[in-house]
């Protein structure tokens, strides 16, 4: 078995079959061909690692160059995708030594972080990935928001084709990814499929920038208007777009939109009968995971005013003894040699740092061992935070 990056048209006859057989309905060759050719310029510059023995590509993962709001910081970030094994090739560990070179290659490339969504998180668990908060969604009938059709909101709206108002949405989401904490932006090459693709998107203009925006599909007559995340800067941007969907009472049954973290639908209206949801329950619809790949690469992103030293434990990216010091306002990390106060696995330690679970939680979980004093401190360093993945295009 030997691994080896490809690239370019390679992709047609090695890692898209592959990623075809494992994600798509069986297709008819002829159709399979004529995807991979429309998809190969939003996979061009992915780092894409393939396992093939006598000629035959039996596995393949790849990595796409994103970047993610850590803390405040805008940092380099692995999205992880495409990761498939040869029906008869599974269970060999051939995933296992291909992710592992992967995020080793692409940590020495000065990715910090790595985010991705998993089948089963059990499995991502074991590669040092921490379970990151799901997105909400919000389901309700439009005449529930009649009343801010009567309201004079400031700015305004545009509606039109997503290939039209491409430039305007993706300069909302470069705004909320220098705001967001765990707010993540897909590569330009990958999201130019998003302009390519036949959803609407409104946006809300205030002040001359944007201030919100909502691409969607509506799915049949007085059926379902499904949009993506319901985006905006704050409660202007957001009431104009609400106002835009009470527009539809008479033409849908329900609207569907996902929600930044700290939206409460049922206070956008009296009388409003709304449905908030997160859901990890129905097959597919999992969290999304992240984990740390360098602690060096930390180095500035924002931390509390306190000092620890800590070993990093049973993981071939970080294991070592660090110190973090907070006390300069932003993170100094160092490689220290004064006795650890606290050990933490690579999940533990990437909960930590985006700030999913208290350092009590990490020890009763078995992601490290933290002594009272050192818990006090680690949570003073990485103040408790709610990332909000947004991982669309
Ligand atoms: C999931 C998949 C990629 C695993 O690939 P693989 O080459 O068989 O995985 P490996 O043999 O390298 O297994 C790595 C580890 O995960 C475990 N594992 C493998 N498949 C697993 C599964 N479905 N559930 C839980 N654990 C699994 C293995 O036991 C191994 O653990 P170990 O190293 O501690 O013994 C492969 O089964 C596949 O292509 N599935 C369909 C597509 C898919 O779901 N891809 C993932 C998208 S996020």
């Keep these: 078995m030997r691994i080896r990056r490809i690239s370019g048209d390679e992709r047609l006859t090695t890692s898209f079959p592959l990623q075809s ?28 690692l393939v396992a093939e023995e006598n000629g035959e590509t039996l596995a393949a993962v790849s990595g796409i160059p994103m970047q993610q709001n850590v803390r405040g910081s805008v940092l380099p970030m692995v999205g992880v995708a495409g990761v498939a094994t040869h ?45 990151l908060p799901q997105h909400r969604s919000a389901t309700f009938a439009p005449d529930g928001l009649a009343d801010l059709l009567r309201a004079d909101l400031p700015g305004e709206l545009r509606w039109r084709r997503i290939a039209e108002g491409y430039t305007d949405h993706r300069a909302l989401t470069r705004r909320l990814l220098d705001e967001r904490h765990g707010f993540a932006m897909f590569p330009e090459f990958r999201a130019v499929s998003l302009r390519d693709d036949r959803k609407w998107v409104v946006t809300a203009h205030v002040d001359g920038e944007v201030a919100g925006s909502l691409t969607y599909r509506i799915d049949d007559h007085l059926g379902e208007l499904s949009g993506d995340t319901l ?15 009470a527009r539809h009472a008479d033409q849908v049954d329900r609207v569907k939109i996902g929600l930044l973290p700290e939206d409460t639908p049922e206070l956008w209206a009296d009388d409003f009968r709304v449905e908030t949801k997160a859901d990890v329950r129905s097959l597919g619809a999992n969290a999304p995971m992240g984990r740390v790949l360098s602690l060096d690469g930390l180095d500035g992103i924002a931390a509390g005013p306190v000092a620890i030293t800590i070993d990093v434990v049973d993981d071939r990216l970080l294991a070592g003894r660090y110190h973090l010091d907070g006390t300069g306002g932003t993170l100094a990390v160092d490689r220290g040699d004064a006795p650890a106060a606290a050990s933490l696995t690579a999940a533990g330690l990437s909960a930590l740092v985006y700030g999913v679970l208290d350092p009590l ?31 669309e295009f």
Excluded at 23 to 41: C, G, I, K, N
Excluded at 96 to 111: A, I
């Design 21 to 48: 057989y494992a994600f798509d309905r069986s297709p008819t060759e002829q159709a399979v061909s004529r995807h991979y050719r429309e998809f190969l310029p939003y996979h061009s510059g992915n780092h894409t």
């Design 87 to 131: 029906p008869l090739a599974r269970r060999r560990g051939l995933v296992r030594t291909l992710l592992n070179q992967l995020l080793e290659e692409l940590r020495d490339d000065g990715n910090p972080v790595s985010v991705l969504y998993p089948f089963r998180s059990s499995f991502y668990a074991r590669f040092g990935y921490v379970t």
């Design 231 to 245: 985006l905006h800067t704050g409660p202007a941007g957001r009431a104009l777009l609400l106002s835009f969907l």
């Design 361 to 391: 939680e990490i020890t009763l979980r078995g992601l490290g061992t933290i002594p009272t004093e050192a818990a006090e401190a680690l949570r003073d360093l990485f103040p408790a935070q709610r990332p909000y993945v947004f991982a």
